[in-house]
């Protein structure tokens, strides 16, 4: 029996669902996850007798590293057979310590994780229908890589949202793996969520902006489970004029954006990784301020803005800036 551990975006569910659909394979275990929980995921699957773990759509997040390297050890230890496919940016020495240990890595930046899948996965099952393929890919690669060259890019980074249940993203990946790329099933669901960013953009956000230097001009908005990021930080960089977008939940939970400056070497600095120009972190908001916060709506915002700017100093002098 085969494990799948995934991104909990469309993206990952995407490309789980598309591994499933190439493998003729539905009765897989899939495991939903965040690249800062991935070492913990992986230990939750070395639990049960898989002959087989799938990891889609997750980046190394350096922090965790060398946990993830003795949960992959293990596995290995055990005859597991592990694939990764992943899209985002990995530096020599961990794709080295990931394929030293027996691990069969697919890292491609030129496509989305569901565009990796359907580039490197052989097909198992008798017919494959290679329309089904393209759209899927093009359709989730269009709204995950920020690029929205198909018209299926907004709607696929509404139907999958970071706080919806995993229950709903299986129903989705259902779909998926049976050859469905779209349903009517999605239309409403998409809907629901359109109607509501009307209504939260329309309102006041809270943002705080901040210059570092004379090259970033960042802005930190709160996070809503209302709007995706990649909605929140456009509105956010047109009203403000920034460069810089930070959309930051009170759980440490940061999304970085922008058109112009590479947000990927901030994001590794605070612990993440990710695209370019669309990546994320996971810090750990001291206690003090996440009560205070509640007092104060936006001492939250402040203490992301200042610990950005620290970073994005740090990151201007090194390169020169």
Not at 67 to 91: C, S
Request: some cysteine; proline content about 3%.
């Amino acid at each position: 029996m085969e494990a799948i551990i995934t991104h909990g975006d469309a993206d990952g569910v995407a490309a789980a669902g598309l591994y499933l659909y190439l493998r003729d394979n539905p009765e897989a275990a899939v495991y939903f996850t965040e690249p800062y929980n991935l070492h913990y995921t992986v230990n939750r699957a070395s639990r049960s007798e898989y002959k087989r773990v799938v990891i889609a759509d997750l980046g190394v997040n350096p922090s965790i590293l060398s946990e993830l390297l003795e949960q992959l050890r293990a596995l290995r230890e055990k005859g597991v057979d592990v694939v990764w496919y992943d899209h985002h940016v990995w530096n020599e020495n961990w794709v080295r310590s990931v394929s030293e240990l027996g691990v069969k890595l697919h890292v491609d930046t030129s496509t989305c994780a569901t565009g990796v899948v359907a580039k490197y996965t052989p097909p198992l099952r008798s017919h494959v229908d290679y329309v089904f393929i393209e759209q899927l890919t093009r359709g989730v690669c269009a709204g995950d890589l920020w690029r929205f060259d198909h018209w299926l890019g907004p709607y696929y980074i509404r139907l999958v949202r970071r706080r919806d249940k995993d229950s709903w993203r299986r129903r989705v990946l259902v779909r998926i793996a049976s050859g469905e790329y779209w349903s009517r099933e999605f239309n409403s669901r998409v809907e629901e969520h359109i109607d509501r960013e009307l209504s939260l953009l329309s309102s006041s956000l809270a943002v705080f902006t901040k210059s570092v230097g004379k090259s970033y001009k960042i802005a930190v908005v709160r996070g809503d489970n209302t709007v995706d990021s990649s909605f929140i930080a456009p509105y956010i960089m047109g009203r403000y004029g920034v460069n810089v977008v930070v959309v930051a939940s009170s759980d440490g939970k940061l999304s970085f954006r922008s058109r112009e400056v590479a947000i990927r070497d901030l994001a590794i600095r605070l612990g993440g990784g990710g695209h370019p120009y669309a990546a994320g972190s996971k810090i750990r908001i001291p206690w003090f301020i996440r009560l205070l916060s509640r007092l104060r709506g936006n001492l939250l915002l402040v203490y992301v803005a200042n610990l950005v700017s620290r970073e994005l100093e740090r990151l201007g002098a090194n390169s020169g800036q």
